[in-house]
């Protein structure tokens, strides 16, 4: 449950907004507090001023971004800078219980990036967003020393060194087209990692996403399929992490593999079982298509990542005027059972 407070200062607005969402995965509960201030008009001439500060038990995350108003055929741009802590599970985490959950590796990353955002006016379906950044990247222990290599000797950073610099040049390309019994959504996300100096990496990676949904009758079946590929001088943490809520369900955070490559597909039935209920059938799917073993130090097979992994379950979404209540039933390949809950509020 959550509770939000909106201030009035000026001409800034202040949402302070505690979110207490219970997602539980084994009896696991987590708490946060959101903290958003927007400024419409700083210096009197429209400019934007939007600070987000998000903090949980173990992972926080600030955002500032300044945005200049222009005339509506011009790219519009942001100022963004961002500082996260957060812990890195996806690919150094430990697979337990038959890889249902994900135990922490030791490793956590600190990060700063400070950059432009480009958003080129929308034609037709389509929107296109082109953005540069100078990102730096420290690894963290569990007490927030800074580490270059893992619980088993291997190194987390591709300088070898306790930190990772690197500028990234980045575009992404979304279409959607939606009517009263379908949807069609596409992107497409293009980084390109710009040696400046010395040990900056040096890296190209792509990643898509495409999804379908059509009405059967009464309910709504979903599809969709994500998937990507990055070369070029890594870090393990930039490698692609399979598995978890949003991948496959039924196994842990990235307890399905971690690879320079992966596919993911999900589908998805909801089904009306009356007004406030409806019933969810789904299957999720996900391989690192063999390229587990090109991630630096490997971790893949380290943590014994079986590379391939396919969830099912079912669940059921609760609807209520101020939000969803979802629980959802997975089964992993191995037989091991996982109960999700979460509860999302009507705005997001």
């Known amino acids: 449950m959550g509770a939000q407070k909106s201030v009035h200062a000026g001409k800034a607005k202040i949402d302070f907004n505690v979110d207490f969402t219970h997602r539980l995965c084994a009896a696991m509960m987590v708490h946060s507090f959101s903290l958003c201030v927007k400024h419409p008009n700083l210096f009197g001439k429209s400019e ?35 500082h996260s802590i957060s812990p890195e599970v996806g690919i150094h985490g430990v697979p337990v219980d038959n890889f249902s959950k994900t135990g922490s590796g030791g490793v956590n990353l600190c990060r700063f990036s400070a950059g432009l955002d480009l958003d080129e006016p929308g034609t037709s379906n389509w929107t296109t967003k082109t953005s540069i950044k100078f990102e730096h990247v420290r690894p963290v222990n569990d007490d927030g020393h800074s580490i270059s290599r893992d619980l088993h000797g291997y190194s987390v950073t591709s300088s070898g060194n306790f930190h990772d610099n690197m500028v990234v040049l980045k575009q992404e390309s979304r279409f959607a087209k939606a009517n009263d019994h379908s949807f069609t959504r596409f992107s497409l996300q293009i980084e390109q990692g710009i040696p400046l100096m010395s040990k900056w990496l040096i890296f190209n990676r792509f990643k898509f996403a495409a999804s379908k ?45 971690s690879g320079r490559s992966c596919l993911v597909a999900n589908t998805q039935l909801t089904f009306p079982m009356n007004l406030m209920l409806d019933g969810v059938l789904f299957c999720d799917c996900g391989t690192d298509l063999g390229s587990g073993r090109y991630v630096p130090g490997n971790p893949g097979l380290r943590h014994g990542k079986p590379g391939a992994g396919v969830g099912v379950g079912y669940g059921v979404r609760l609807k209520f005027p101020m939000g969803h209540f979802q629980v959802d039933y997975a089964l992993n390949a191995y037989h091991q059972k996982t109960i999700y809950f979460a509860f999302s509020n009507v705005a997001s």
């Open 48 to 82: 934007k001023l939007d600070l987000l500060w998000d903090k949980g038990l173990s992972d926080s995350n600030i955002l500032i971004a300044y945005r200049k108003p222009r005339p509506e055929w011009l790219a519009q741009h942001s100022f963004v800078f961002q």
């Open 213 to 257: 949904g059509v009405k059967v009758g009464p309910g709504f079946l979903l599809a969709s399929v994500t998937g990507g590929s990055i070369v070029g001088d890594i870090a393990p943490y930039q490698a692609f992490a399979i598995g978890g809520v949003g991948s496959v369900r039924g196994y842990g955070e990235g307890a399905v593999g």
